[in-house]
């Protein structure tokens, strides 16, 4: 999902400059005169078809395996996972499939979950759900057939978890009763296990109906996605790979019974793949009951903010940063790598990607909907005097160099630095303003730009190719949580040979040691306020410059009530109406 | 002549053979990411890494994947699986193939019925105003960026977004055999910007091979003969000037027929071009092998059609 | 007895970016039923062009046509196009010089035949297609029904050139124009369309123009000849009396004996020295002193007119050389050749 995104990001709001003055005080604002962002309204009305336009397509539709913003939108909107962020709420889960939070033993290692009762399959199914149904789903998510892409980070604290990759049960899962789902972990883990319950992985998959399509690798279940057992208020009625994909009302699903927050107002969605987004926009903006189902390119961002300021919105999603090696020399020097933070014009780097429109200055790690956002400093950030000036701090940066050894004030040492860059724009651009910036502090470097697939996968994904600076690195959260948004990119277990997300390779223990508590904290204020406290001292340690939090923009036509779904910065199909 | 189609046929099997090995070793040798790691996603066990590669065959050594491969297209006539698409290779492309064949043919016959007139009239008023004029149009035809052009006419014409509400625009693509009507207005505007380019390229080209051919001997021979300069020009002089168009057609629909991604892209039209072009984007192997073997595969054949087809235009080529 | 074809002070000239190309430049002959009048030149002296404007296919636009052509009682430079194409190909034919690219190459020969059966007559095509093979026939292909279904491609230069005269022939024309129409054969095969075509006019009994560069060429056949040099005509006479006794200097050349200017009277005969002139920018006076070994410098500035021969019925002369010294030069050029040739 990260790797995606920010692909379909670059695209979006590259070359994007609008002189708009935007105040970074006020969080989830846009450019000037865009408002906030759409949240649900009184008096919203049933019926009508929305109409989806989007470039990209799907990737899974399997709940078990889709791990895509569109993805999302589409399974979010068709099955219902135990946990779920309401739209506008993107700092907690609500229940979904579960009738109340989850109850967390005292030693963290046992979680408890109630299933509504009254839930049913729509046809051919149609039985009520049960809590096998998810046991079997997050079983199956570990096998090749559903090969899950997140399982690994999340479900594998689950005891007898190795069985489920050789198809069998997996112990640490029980279910006592038709509506009681108990895990059993092996480490404390259960708060943020919790977290991780709003992960599609825990949409009910019905064993007897299911297995035949599972025995195949891949799965049936996600090739024919309209032969899946639907839970939400809609089913995939019609779905053509590539080209267009159609949800209708699920016969079996009604709120009240249902017990379901989602209003449903459509009474159908007609989603079109691989229209041109430049004419999409346009399409989007003139026409009648549509909305994008991806980034809208700039030509068209500019246009909406224009013209039609009503019809776009711009939704926070993920952080952009500079990682710098801290296990290598010289960056393994923390002054010498403040020196570079106080250095560092992220105004420069923010107009590379389009200024105050595409995003806001980054002061840390956590975005604007991101639990823990505002206990870490909000907008202003943690205070550090290295992130004070968003356009540098030329005499600071010296007293920091200084301080790393280097009594002029420039780096003057013989390591070479060895910084790998996307070779796509605007990603290019930005890497380009960061070598000029390393360049002016005295590094030598040794730049190269690549794909942007491979700058991840062959070098600043691989610790063994010993790079020093990845200057286009981001990252997107499976769930809104602390611990999705910081675990993987800084703790030190989390560095692996392959695939490595912690880029900056930061072995801390004072962050890690706040990461542990963070992270058995259940109480959703408390670990907001906790992760807070992780972001403030990750950004203390200087393992990167962190410099944007992106913004998704959105559009819709005149005559559709839109509501975003702010944890994945995409429409929510469930609560969009038209008018 | 059977014996020249025989072999000409083994050299396609040979050349497709190349072709899918080229595919092969180049997708395979690029430093475009592991598929495997790709679908294992972010943190991943490498044991799933592992059981993930062992399923797509990843783990296999290159010869054997490509062994693989190959037993399975000729055996089986089956193109793969695309994990990223999650549907079989074969079905996709045959899928998609319709949209193609509508776009194509289509817009030969519109640049056809274009540009052929258009080149027969400039030849003949070489000079003239109406000459200058078309060529001058024809020249624009040829620069225009056929994106460019298509945002353009939708722009324009189109009946959502366009200034004069004329046709059906983008993103309305019907089968012709679910509502044929939606398919012929839907397909109006993208036939039209994909011959725009094409008529105006033949149109050249038939002008300069007929003014060329009007100067030969046999024309004067002919108007000797006391024919009508109709007659001289339509029967003497574009039946020699249109023969080397006749191979320059066969190759463009090969070509077209393995996928006109710009138009299939800008009208959203499912054809082949675009689902190469996702392929590629994707790094989806598979599906850029069977994409790839397709196209080659037209193109080869309409080479095969253009040579068997110049033999009875031309009865000065005979093979052996 | 009037002739058949009627060319009076024909004048062509083309408008071309260098400047007026006067083609022909005054020319007049007449040719009548039975008679073969052969036409003599090297390239560029307007023979050609001459020859497609009696057929008008000079017309255009850059073009500009003077004089009269009267064939039937009619100015064929006065016709509009559709008349004169009706006599096109029907009563005037014509045949050209290289048969391989005067045949279309993707037409199969009969088919050639048959449309020009069909572009003067109402004839079935079966009916065509018979006539084509007679036509064929008549020329001397041999198997000819099989040979008409062949594409020239498959023909030999000799048959190619009998098969455009059996083209030609399709509607019985009264006059055949043959511009050089052996120059592109070898030589066994050259004697063997002459002997045709005077076949032909015996049994058909129609007028040819034949034109060549060859003397030689029109020698076999011709009863009148005209030398053509610059556009113009500068000797005319009966064939016997042009060979026996050649009155122009330009003439003497063409017959492959002239003496260089700077060789001594019994040096060995040769071609004539120098270029055609431009047509563009004519050399003032003799359009031929440039090249003449006998120029005096008033012909540098008299233009020399078309005059009768004294004593010498039809035979014409466009020379400004004193009469009695030309007869003088011939005889001495005369008896050289014959002794070269001894």
Known sequence: MRHRLLTVLAIGASALSLAACGNSKSRNEGPAGVGGLPGPVSGQKSGGTLKVLSNEGFEHLDPGSSYFQLDYEVVYATQRPLYSFKPEVPQRTAPDLAAAPATISKDQKTVTVKIRSGVKYSPPVNREVTSADVKYAIERAFTPAVANGYAASYFTALEGVDAAAKGKPISGIETPDAH??????????????????????????????????????????????????FTGPYVIKDYQPGKHLVLARNPSWDAKTAGDYRPAYVDRVDWTIGADPNVAGRQILTGQGLVSGDTPPAPIVTRAVQTAKGQISFTPLGNRYIAMNTQLPPFDNVNLRKAVLASFDRKALQLTRGGVSAGDIASHFLPPTAPGYAEAGGAQGPGFDFLKNPSGDPALAASYMKKAGYPSGKYTGKEKVVMIGDNNDPAAKTAQVALEQFRKLGFDVAFRSVQHETMYSKFCNVPKAKVQVCPNVGWLPDFSDGYAYLYAPFNSKAIVPENN?????????????????????????????????????VTGAAPAVPWFWDRQPNIQSKNVQPVIAQWNAAFDLAFTSIK | MGRYIIRRLLWVVVLLLVVSATTFLVFYALPSADPAVLRAGKQPDPGLVRSIRHTLGLDQPIYVQFYRYMERLIVHGDFGYSYTNDADVRTQILDRLPATISLTV?????????????????????????????????????SAPVYWLGLVSLYLFSKDIGKVHLFPGANTYQPISKDAGAWLGSLIMPWGVLAASFAAFYARLLRGNLIEVMSEDYIRTARAKGLAERTVILRHGVRAAITPIVTVL?????????????????????????LAYDAIQRSDLPMIQGTVLFGALFIVLANLVVDIAYAFLDPRVRYG | MTALLEVSDLRVQFATDDGVVRAVDGVSYSVHAGRTLGIVGESGSGKSVGALTVMGLTRAENTTVTGSVMFGGEDLLALPDARLRAIRGNEIAMIFQDPLSSLHPYYRVGDQLVEAVRTHRDATRPAARERAVELLDLVGIPDAHRRAREYPHEFSGGMRQRAMIAMALANDP????????TTALDVTVQAQILDLLERLQRELGM???????DLGVVAEVADDIAVMYAGRIV??????????APRHPYTWGLLGSIPRMDANRGAPLAPIAGRPPSLISRPSGCAFHPRCP?????????DPLLEPVAGEPGHDVACLLDDSRRRALWAELDAVRGGAAA
């Open chain 1, 180 to 229: 009681t789902i108990v895990f059993k972990l092996t480490k404390p883990f259960a708060a943020t296990f919790v977290n991780a319950l709003s992960l599609p992985i825990t949409v009910p998959v019905p064993k007897e109906y299911a297995a035949k399509f599972d025995k195949k690798a891949p799965s049936g279940y996600d090739s024919k996605p309209t032969q899946q057992a």
């Open chain 1, 501 to 537: 997300s912690n880029w900056p390779q930061l072995k801390d223990p004072q962050v890690d040691a706040a990461m542990e508590r963070a992270s058995n904290t259940a109480d959703p204020a408390a670990r907001a306020k906790a992760w807070g406290q992780v972001d403030r001292l």
């Open chain 2, 106 to 142: 289509g817009a030969v016959i519109l640049w056809l019925a274009i540009g052929l007139p258009v080149g027969i009239v400039s030849a003949v008023r070489r000079r003239k105003p109406i000459d200058r004029i078309s060529m001058g149009a024809a020249l624009v035809a040829i």
């Open chain 2, 250 to 274: 066969g190759l463009d629909i090969g070509i077209l027929l393995g996928g006109a991604i710009l138009t299939e892209s800008v009208f959203n039209v499912p054809g082949i071009g675009r």
């Open chain 3, 174 to 181: 009264k006059l055949l124009i043959a511009d050089e129409p």
């Open chain 3, 207 to 213: 007028a040819i123009v034949i034109i060549t560069h």
């Open chain 3, 235 to 244: 000797e005319r006479a009966p064939a016997a009396t042009l060979f026996d």
């Open chain 3, 294 to 302: 006998y120029v005096q410098d008033s012909h540098t500035r008299v």
